[in-house]
């Protein structure tokens, strides 16, 4: 089954405490990406890669540090996590630009005490 | 700015025609989508127009561009109760950055 897989589904940790979300696509997608979405807010782009080793600052970088060493996988990493960063989190992937549609993960919801 | 409005809610009666509006700012923009999401779930690719066209319809979806204007509509014909969502507009932009609007609630009154 073609999917976006996202790891852990929900995370509660502290302040300060690194930590990494797996995203993992099956569907051999070129452009992957992570958005994060707040009430009020709607969704918006940390960081998005067109293919291995490219990776770009979407709208909202800060505190996020991403990685394209294969093509299936992005992780995002939160090397010193802290309160706003508590939001849900998307993966999405998808074949290339334009007109093919991006999949979503079913999300990861993050708490920082 | 980079930035794309939509109007938070929307209510419609069932039956009737939704109309969900989207304004954004980039005339250089690609491709601009319409996405679904339901409570607890991720994003649904609904439809989507590619920047130089002004109209496309699927099934009981209607998206209309008016390119001068930067603004996107989306029509729901025929609205039931399961299109009861947050719809959100999205532009990709030449550098395949993609930005999203906050989303419109649309209610279904019975």
């Known amino acids: 089954e073609a999917q976006v897989t996202q790891n852990p589904r929900y995370l509660i940790t502290v302040t300060g405490k690194k930590l990494t979300v797996t995203c993992s696509q099956n569907?051999?997608?070129?452009?992957m990406s992570w958005y994060r979405q707040d009430p009020g807010l709607g969704l918006r782009q940390i960081y998005y890669?067109?293919?291995?080793?490219?990776?770009d600052k979407g709208d909202v970088p800060e505190g996020y540090k991403v990685s394209r060493k294969e093509k299936r996988n992005f992780p995002l990493i939160l090397e010193s996590p802290s309160p706003n960063q508590t939001s849900l989190y998307f993966c999405?992937?998808?074949?290339?630009?334009?007109?093919?549609?991006?999949?979503f993960g079913d999300g990861t919801r993050l708490s920082i005490l | 700015g980079e930035d794309v409005e939509q109007s938070l809610f929307l209510s419609v009666r069932e039956g009737d025609s939704s109309v969900i509006n989207c304004t954004y700012t980039?005339?250089?923009?690609?491709?601009l989508y319409w996405y679904k999401q339901e409570p607890g779930a991720g994003l649904q690719l609904l439809t989507y127009?590619?920047?130089?066209?002004d109209m496309k319809q699927d099934q009981r979806l209607t998206v209309l561009l008016n390119k001068k204007d930067k603004h996107l509509s989306l029509r729901i014909a025929d609205t039931q109760t399961g299109d009861s969502a947050i719809y959100f507009c999205?532009?990709?932009?030449?550098?395949?950055?993609?930005?999203f609007g906050k989303g419109t609630r649309l209610h279904i009154l019975p």
């Open positions: 980039d005339s250089s923009s690609t491709y």
């Open positions: 890669s067109m293919n291995v080793e490219v990776t």
């Open positions: 999205a532009e990709r932009k030449r550098d395949d950055k993609i930005i």
């Open positions: 127009i590619f920047s130089n066209m």
């Open positions: 999405a992937s998808s074949l290339g630009g334009g007109s093919q549609p991006q999949h």
């Open positions: 569907m051999n997608h070129e452009y």
